[in-house]
């Protein structure tokens, strides 16, 4: 080699180290901002409430099923919960983080895969220059971007983050593998793309769509637009596709889905019938589905394009179907849209690669969940999550490159960027205010989605978990109303037996004698209907048939069911005085569910009833840490406090918090009664006296209280006069009023 060559090699592998130095300086400083970006940006949403997470987390999230290798379902995600479990099961935080870290992760895949695209081959000469610019501002949108929230703050979906991120890494070892020089690193990296596509669909089945996905970036980027060249390619990404379905697809029972969908599909204008895999109380048929998400998949890009967080809905089950093309209009609208961005994608292919990529990317990628799994839910914005990807990829790629080198310039990058972000991340941070609390969450989705009655009773169990039963009775009423008139079976029954649970909570055995009436007319009885029944006599006092249906319906329950009648029949024999019985019944509920505070309570209760205030302190305190806001555990808390003598200052809280959400039981406003007779704040503690009278505080037990208060701070004298007032009551018992006398007989 000559000495000119020798100083042109060397300045080429200078220039090219230097090149190098500069673009790892670039990938640091967008890794860190594009971290930084997405903490900030769902920083409100990590101590959010769960949503239907708890439920469905629950399910799989155990040692037996993941061990259970016929239990293919979404095995990789539920594993990932298993470990969280394993940290801390009842912290929402725990859950969320993991998502945040798994959404970081992806937005610099999609940076590493926007950054690699414009330095490929076919694309180097023309594009190269612009692969930092496209790649900051694509995945900028990409993790910022307010569609892809419930992907990341709503905890079960970590299943199609979770999907994607095997995806994109699908995509990029392909990529990697198309473009080795070395044909055996080429093999191992096809191997290592097969076997990313098969974990992501062990996370979620959408991740199928990587084969067809793989092969239009291969058509697009690498092959050039050459079907000639990408004949081979598709073959061997079938060969690959069937060998990866082939080991996975047994483990998923998909045979049988496969089949029945088929057979929906045979049948366009007949109802779709009950499967596992459509959702609850389907009432459309396969054509209608279809027409449907026309105006779904409609909406999604409107939210693309103004991304409003009062046009985000977490859930909108019962949105109207599309009887026709033109029932309603914005149905045949939703499809010309559609069917124009196609033909554009399609005509414009070599014109506008970019744009015509990412069109084609997003409306492949949301086909299967959109337009082929019909019968399932009809509307999740969740599903955009693999699909934008792709479309920010193209609008940005192109949008780049049609400003003529101005984004070149590192401050006019940077402004744009930081804009970008600033705008987005607000939005999304205001977005994510939702997972503020339960009530808030499902709030926000009924005033959205007035006719969601999935929704509906999800708010009114919001409001009982909060101890608003009587908010929490009109929501579950008005769900009981639309399922009825909409004759939607499933939600009816989860209507009026929630409907007859809150009226039993609040002790209105006329009403909730009512909704059992109803549910044996129109339900034809059920093992629900017999829990109710049971603890409608519970709360009667007759113990005997209580149990009796207990121990009737135990044997048709599970799982939940099961620790629910296990608390009611420890409740019933805890009324009856049985604390033995009550206590071996709380026992077998916790044993089925750990996680259950109910039986937790009702232990720490029968302990302080039995004076036993050290195991009653600790399930208290055990109900506590499993829910925090219970409103009568808080009221026991303080209770036992100051019978511990504690000052009344170190009860107050307890008192407080137990009073903050306005429950509809007198126990808590009487437990503050006491508190601040204690602190010497006498007339403050008759206003919550009166409060607990006006939520069910019996006559004589009014006085009581403040007698009882009385003697804990050691004025005998007020003690005595409230106990005399306590045994002139009409409703006191003869047995208390001996008790007093005898006791005042004393003095």
């Known amino acids: 080699m000559s000495k000119s060559k020798r100083k042109s090699t060397a300045a080429e592998a200078q220039r090219a180290a230097e090149e190098a130095k500069h673009d790892n300086r670039g990938h640091y400083a967008a890794f860190i901002f594009l971290a930084v970006s997405i903490f900030l940006a769902y920083i409100n949403s990590l101590n959010g409430t769960w949503a239907l997470d708890d439920t469905a987390i629950g399910k799989y999230a155990n040692i037996e099923s993941n061990l259970n290798l016929r239990l293919g379902y979404r095995k990789i995600a539920y594993l990932s919960f298993l470990l969280n479990k394993w940290i801390n099961p009842f912290s929402a935080v725990n859950y969320r983080l993991t998502n945040i870290i798994l959404h970081t992760a992806n937005a610099f895949l999609v940076y590493w895969i926007a950054f690699v695209t414009l330095r490929l081959p076919q694309m180097k000469e023309r594009f190269g220059r612009y692969s930092y610019p496209v790649a900051l501002i694509t995945a900028t949108v990409f993790a910022l971007h307010p569609v892809n929230i419930n992907a990341v703050a709503y905890i079960v979906q970590r299943m199609t983050s979770l999907a994607t991120l095997f995806v994109f890494l699908a995509l990029l070892s392909y990529v990697y593998g198309r473009t080795a020089a070395n044909g055996l690193r080429a093999a191992a990296l096809y191997c290592a793309s097969a076997f990313f596509v098969f974990l992501g669909i062990f996370s979620k089945e959408n991740a199928v769509m990587a084969l067809p996905l793989i092969l239009l970036y291969d058509y697009f980027f690498i092959s050039g637009f050459s079907i000639k060249g990408l004949t081979r390619r598709i073959a061997a990404g079938l060969a690959a596709g069937v060998l990866v379905l082939a080991v996975s697809l047994p483990f998923l029972n998909a045979f049988k889905v496969a089949g029945d969908l088929f057979g929906v599909f045979l049948r366009m204008n007949q109802q779709i019938p009950p499967n596992g895999w459509t959702a609850v109380d389907v009432y459309w048929t396969p054509l209608q589905h279809i027409m449907t998400e026309f105006r779904v998949v409609g909406r999604y890009l409107l939210l693309l394009l103004l991304p409003l967080p009062d046009l985000f809905v977490f859930d909108r089950w019962g949105m109207r179907v599309s009887a026709g093309m033109a029932e309603p209009l914005s149905t045949l609208f939703s499809f010309l849209v559609i069917a124009g961005l196609l033909t554009f994608s399609v005509l414009r292919a070599k014109k506008m690669p970019f744009a015509s990529f990412g069109l084609l990317w997003y409306f492949t990628a949301i086909s299967l969940e959109s337009f082929f799994a019909v019968g399932s839910d009809?509307?999740?914005?969740?599903?955009?999550?693999?699909?934008?990807?792709?479309?920010?990829?193209?609008?940005?790629?192109?949008?780049?490159?049609?400003?003529?080198?101005?984004?070149?310039?590192?401050?006019?990058?940077?402004?744009?960027?930081?804009?970008?972000?600033?705008?987005?991340?607000?939005?999304?941070?205001?977005?994510?205010?939702?997972?503020?609390?339960?009530?808030?969450?499902?709030?926000?989705?009924?005033?959205?989605?007035?006719?969601?009655?999935?929704?509906?009773?999800?708010?009114?169990?919001?409001?009982?978990?909060?101890?608003?039963?009587?908010?929490?009775?009109?929501?579950?009423?008005?769900?009981?109303?639309?399922?009825?008139?909409?004759?939607?079976?499933?939600?009816?029954?989860?209507?009026?037996?929630?409907?007859?649970?809150?009226?039993?909570?609040?002790?209105?055995?006329?009403?909730?004698?009512?909704?059992?009436?109803?549910?044996?007319?129109?339900?034809?009885?059920?093992?629900?209907?017999?829990?109710?029944?049971?603890?409608?006599?519970?709360?009667?006092?007759?113990?005997?048939?209580?149990?009796?249906?207990?121990?009737?319906?135990?044997?048709?329950?599970?799982?939940?069911?099961?620790?629910?009648?296990?608390?009611?029949?420890?409740?019933?024999?805890?009324?009856?005085?049985?604390?033995?019985?009550?206590?071996?019944?709380?026992?077998?509920?916790?044993?089925?569910?750990?996680?259950?505070?109910?039986?937790?309570?009702?232990?720490?209760?029968?302990?302080?009833?039995?004076?036993?205030?050290?195991?009653?302190?600790?399930?208290?305190?055990?109900?506590?840490?499993?829910?925090?806001?219970?409103?009568?555990?808080?009221?026991?808390?303080?209770?036992?406090?100051?019978?511990?003598?504690?000052?009344?200052?170190?009860?107050?809280?307890?008192?407080?918090?137990?009073?903050?959400?306005?429950?509809?039981?007198?126990?808590?406003?009487?437990?503050?009664?006491?508190?601040?007779?204690?602190?010497?704040?006498?007339?403050?503690?008759?206003?919550?006296?009166?409060?607990?009278?006006?939520?069910?505080?019996?006559?004589?037990?009014?006085?009581?209280?403040?007698?009882?208060?009385?003697?804990?701070?050691?004025?005998?004298?007020?003690?005595?006069?409230?106990?005399?007032?306590?045994?002139?009551?009409?409703?006191?018992?003869?047995?208390?009023?001996s008790m007093i006398k005898k006791e005042l007989g004393k003095q």
């Open 378 to 737: 009809l509307y999740f914005e969740h599903r955009n999550y693999l699909p934008v990807a792709g479309l920010f990829l193209g609008i940005s790629a192109e949008a780049v490159v049609l400003t003529r080198d101005a984004l070149l310039n590192r401050k006019t990058l940077g402004a744009v960027v930081l804009g970008a972000a600033l705008l987005l991340g607000g939005l999304t941070f205001t977005r994510n205010y939702v997972w503020k609390d339960s009530v808030t969450l499902w709030g926000d989705t009924v005033r959205k989605s007035p006719e969601n009655v999935r929704a509906m009773i999800a708010l009114g169990n919001a409001y009982v978990k909060s101890a608003d039963l009587a908010s929490a009775a009109v929501h579950f009423d008005k769900a009981l109303t639309l399922s009825s008139s909409e004759k939607r079976v499933k939600y009816f029954h989860d209507a009026a037996y929630s409907l007859g649970m809150v009226d039993l909570f609040r002790g209105d055995l006329v009403q909730a004698k009512k909704v059992i009436d109803l549910m044996e007319e129109k339900l034809a009885g059920g093992y629900t209907t017999g829990i109710l029944k049971g603890y409608y006599h519970s709360l009667s006092g007759d113990t005997k048939t209580a149990i009796t249906l207990f121990d009737q319906v135990l044997g048709q329950t599970a799982g939940l069911d099961s620790v629910i009648v296990y608390t009611l029949l420890g409740d019933t024999y805890r009324r009856a005085g049985d604390a033995d019985k009550a206590l071996e019944n709380y026992r077998k509920a916790t044993d089925l569910d750990p996680s259950f505070s109910a039986a937790y309570y009702g232990m720490g209760d029968t302990y302080f009833t039995l004076r036993d205030i050290k195991n009653a302190e600790i399930y208290i305190s055990r109900t506590l840490s499993l829910d925090p806001s219970n409103p009568l555990a808080l009221a026991e808390m303080a209770d036992i406090l100051l019978i511990k003598k504690e000052p009344a200052e170190k009860a107050k809280p307890y008192a407080d918090r137990a009073v903050s959400s306005a429950p509809s039981f007198y126990q808590p406003y009487a437990t503050m009664g006491t508190v601040l007779i204690l602190m010497d704040r006498e007339e403050a503690a008759e206003e919550y006296f009166i409060k607990a009278r006006e939520r069910g505080l019996r006559g004589y037990m009014l006085p009581f209280s403040k007698a009882r208060a009385y003697l804990m701070k050691g004025d005998a004298k007020k003690a005595a006069l409230f106990l005399r007032e306590t045994a002139a009551a009409e409703d006191a018992p003869e047995s208390l009023r």
